[in-house]
């Protein structure tokens, strides 16, 4: 799956070079769903505009790796926003990060995560889209992570339920 995804990352065509600013505001202007594979969330920019256009209802799926969960960043903070973002938890390393917003264009590069220095491209190939698109579907098909399951894995604490407390 890794190199899978760093093939697809490296032929996109029509790249153009954006900042990760630019692409957070660009972000918010989404109208149907976007798709956030980020390896750390740490770009406060990125996960601010995730909140905000879950906040305006668009649907907002954000990817991460597992690990994410005990690296901190802004993971707890975008995945207990509104409603509509929901989270989910890679078993394995993402390599590039990248963002797919109304399935229309694609938004990759380390600036997006963490290097904010870096470039940003963006393409609007349809392969491309597609593939990632059809890559990120089958991730998510087993459903997001509850969010007090992401507190639970951020803190240690066991995900199974709780017992019964007694009537008193």
């Given at each position: 799956?890794?190199?899978?995804?760093?093939?697809?990352?490296?032929?996109?065509?029509s790249?153009?070079?954006?900042s990760?600013?630019d692409?957070?505001?660009?972000?918010?202007?989404?109208?149907?769903?976007?798709?956030?594979v980020?390896?750390?969330?740490?770009n406060?920019a990125?996960?601010?505009a995730?909140?905000?256009?879950?906040?305006?209802?668009?649907?907002?799926?954000?990817?991460?790796e597992?690990?994410?969960?005990?690296r901190?960043?802004?993971l707890?903070?975008?995945s207990?926003?509104?409603?509509?973002?929901?989270?989910?938890?890679?078993?394995?390393?993402?390599?590039?990060?990248?963002?797919?917003?109304?399935?229309?264009?694609l938004?990759?590069?380390?600036?997006?995560d963490?290097?904010?220095?870096?470039p940003?491209?963006?393409?609007?190939?349809?392969?491309?889209?597609?593939r990632?698109?059809?890559?990120?579907?089958?991730?998510?098909?087993?459903?997001?992570?509850?969010?007090?399951?992401?507190?639970?894995?951020?803190?240690?604490?066991?995900t199974?339920?709780?017992?019964p407390?007694?009537?008193?």
């Amino acid at each position: 799956m890794r190199r899978i995804l760093c093939l697809l990352m490296l032929c996109a065509s029509s790249v153009e070079a954006q900042s990760a600013a630019d692409v957070a505001k660009s972000i918010q202007g989404a109208r149907r769903e976007v798709v956030a594979v980020l390896p750390r969330v740490m770009n406060e920019a990125v996960a601010a505009a995730l909140k905000v256009t879950a906040a305006r209802g668009t649907r907002v799926f954000l990817i991460t790796e597992r690990a994410t969960v005990k690296r901190g960043g802004y993971l707890l903070n975008v995945s207990h926003g509104p409603s509509g973002i929901n989270t989910y938890l890679y078993p394995g390393a993402i390599t590039t990060p990248w963002i797919l917003v109304d399935g229309a264009w694609l938004a990759s590069g380390a600036a997006l995560d963490a290097d904010l220095t870096a470039p940003v491209a963006i393409t609007r190939d349809a392969g491309t889209l597609s593939r990632l698109n059809l890559w990120a579907t089958q991730v998510t098909a087993a459903g997001p992570t509850p969010r007090v399951d992401l507190l639970k894995l951020r803190y240690d604490q066991p995900t199974r339920p709780s017992p019964p407390r007694p009537a008193r």
